[in-house]
């Protein structure tokens, strides 16, 4: 079995603990946060696990094979190269670092200690999103034309990273992993209405080359929570929708028809398809037991994480550049 430290008992850490706990591949061995009335509280519930306030103990304890980290974003360097550099294998929360170089420190480290870093992209291991990843292809959608991407709710205000980096960053990771593309250039406009001048309202278009594109709206200040993403292709389209428990995906067989006929293209002559709609059936198990299982995984049989640093690393990269192109008003950058 994978013995486990994982540090961060705060929003997410819990789930972390309660899967690691839960899974046959891995102990759950240390718990560690630095607040002790919060790491109390948790560590009464898993009292096989060792608690501490400091990430030195993990450093140096032999018997640790992984840690995973679920703290705010910045200190995710600091504690990943920490623990790389003592040779544990890391499972980082989202985004993986603040910058590009940064994360390129950490998959460069991870490369010489022969350790897995792996990211925390929880939507990659989701029924619904691997559901769309093989319907694409499979080439059931055809060409992909564009994504279109709805991320929205009323809270939860971050005060170290933007909307951006907390909600488009789930959006991104998907669209990478469900298409494999990486943008040749993208624009960003954003505003915010506190006086911490952090973005809460964002919008972020990607140019994914040819005539594909993917576009991402996301806000802290929504009356209405919606969770949806639309993969429009020439075949069939997919809606996905997060909120909804029954049918998270639904698959169209919708859409425009153009026809080959060369007097016709010179005309502009457009039908529309309008065809059944369908309902996969979708894997019911939780994402991040799948998640966790996947890291234990990788570590036993040395292969590659679906989101492997390099992958965190590509997300970080856009939305680096994301904040750049705010700044600039929206002006496009190519990356």
Not at 31 to 59: M, N
Not at 156 to 172: C, E, G, M, S
Not at 174 to 193: C, D, K, N, Q
Not at 227 to 251: C, H, M, Y
């Amino acid at each position: 079995m994978v013995q486990v430290a994982v540090i961060g008992c705060g929003y997410w850490g819990p789930n972390l603990i309660r899967n690691f706990s839960a899974c046959s591949q891995t102990a759950l061995r240390v718990i560690c946060d630095r607040d002790s009335a919060r790491l109390a509280r948790i560590s009464s519930q898993y009292p096989a696990a060792a608690a501490t306030a400091d990430p030195e103990e993990i450093w140096s304890r032999s018997d640790i094979d992984a840690v995973a980290i679920a703290t705010p974003v910045r200190t995710h360097f600091a504690l990943a190269r920490a623990a790389l550099a003592s040779g544990k294998h890391v499972l980082l929360e989202k985004p993986m670092a603040q910058t590009v170089a940064e994360s390129r420190e950490l998959v460069d480290l991870a490369a010489e200690q022969r350790k897995v870093l792996m990211v925390d992209h929880t939507y990659l291991y989701t029924g619904a999103v691997r559901k769309i990843k093989q319907l694409l292809d499979d080439g059931a959608l055809g060409e992909l034309y564009y994504v279109d991407s709805v991320r929205i709710n009323l809270g939860l205000f971050q005060h170290d990273v933007n909307v951006l980096w907390d909600l488009a960053v789930h959006d991104i990771a998907v669209v990478g992993y469900v298409t494999g593309l990486t943008p040749r250039s993208l624009t960003a406009t954003g505003t915010s209405h506190t006086e911490n001048r952090i973005e809460d309202v964002a919008y972020l278009s990607l140019d994914l080359g040819g005539s594909l594109m993917a576009s991402f709206h996301v806000n802290w200040l929504s009356p209405v929570k919606i969770r949806r993403t639309i993969f429009a292709g020439s075949k069939q389209s997919v809606v996905f929708d997060d909120l909804n428990p029954d049918e998270k995906v639904r698959v169209y067989d919708r859409g425009i028809e153009v026809s080959r006929d060369p007097e016709a293209i010179r005309n502009v002559l457009i039908g529309y398809r309008t065809g059944d709609v369908w309902i996969p059936k979708l894997e019911m198990s939780e994402a991040l037991q799948q998640m966790v299982s996947h890291f234990a995984d990788c570590i036993q049989k040395g292969t590659r994480p679906i989101s492997d640093g390099e992958a965190g690393m590509q997300v970080v990269k856009i939305l680096e550049a994301a904040d750049r192109s705010i700044k600039a008003q929206g002006g496009r950058v190519v990356l």
